[in-house]
């Protein structure tokens, strides 16, 4: 755990469903081989005993890697397998109660969905707010409502600490996002569903730095 955080301008999350893969290690590997700096493992189906298997295996390859491995809402899981940080949503423990288990250098994300929400998270122990759906997405049964660019730019005025934008972001959306004023890009479907996850990753990075 002494590796610094960096926020990099793109966000990769994992889906083993959209991927076609069987291990979060599988996805992992292809996104670092395509450039990738931060990877948040999603996974709300696998059972606990596989899914810390595959966790602690993602753990060893992305610290060889010097590549920031976050878990997405189990605080439990992060402090089994010794990952970086935990990525929560409005529903899990908040944020308070998880830097009261967690070590201390290590990193806590918070979902928000409105400016009200986004000041709120001003007060909490976060190194980061995700801020979005910014454009309708298809990876969540039970999504918000999009909040478009205007509120985007309107959050990461708002915000202090920075703002990753996540929500049906595709090649074509980097750029605007990154404009709006937030630090990161969150990828989810755009990412696993390209038949090269490697290259659809480079593709990204691309775009990104071309803003």
């Known amino acids: 755990m ?3 955080f960096e926020l990099p301008t793109l966000y990769a999350i994992t889906d083993k469903r959209l991927a076609r893969q069987t291990t979060h290690l599988a996805i992992l590997k292809e996104l670092i081989r395509g450039g ?8 709300k189906e696998t059972p606990v005993a596989e899914l810390l298997r595959d966790l602690r295996e993602c753990v060893e390859f992305a610290h060889e890697k010097k590549v920031t491995l976050l878990v997405n809402d189990r605080c439990d899981l992060v402090l089994c397998c010794h990952a970086m940080g935990v990525h929560l949503g409005q529903e899990d423990i908040p944020p308070a109660a998880a830097r009261a288990i967690l070590e201390k250098n290590q990193v806590i994300g918070f979902s928000t969905h409105s400016i009200a929400q986004v000041r709120e998270a001003g007060n909490m122990p976060v190194q980061y707010i995700g801020f979005g759906p910014v454009y309708g997405t298809s990876t969540k049964t039970n999504a918000y409502p999009t909040v478009g660019l205007r509120r985007l730019r309107a959050a ?32 989810v479907s755009s ?12 593709r990204f990075l691309k775009q990104a730095m071309e803003r």
Not at 36 to 43: E, I, K, S, T
Not at 162 to 177: F, H, S
Not at 191 to 202: D, V
């Open 156 to 187: 990461c005025k708002v915000s202090s600490v920075p703002v990753v934008a996540i929500g049906g972001i595709g090649l074509d959306q980097i750029k605007p996002v990154l404009e709006a004023g937030a630090a990161s890009a969150a990828v």
């Open 2 to 4: 002494t590796m610094k």
């Open 191 to 202: 990412l696993m569903t390209a038949e090269s996850l490697a290259r659809q990753m480079e």
């Open 36 to 43: 990738a700096r931060l990877v948040q493992v999603r996974d």
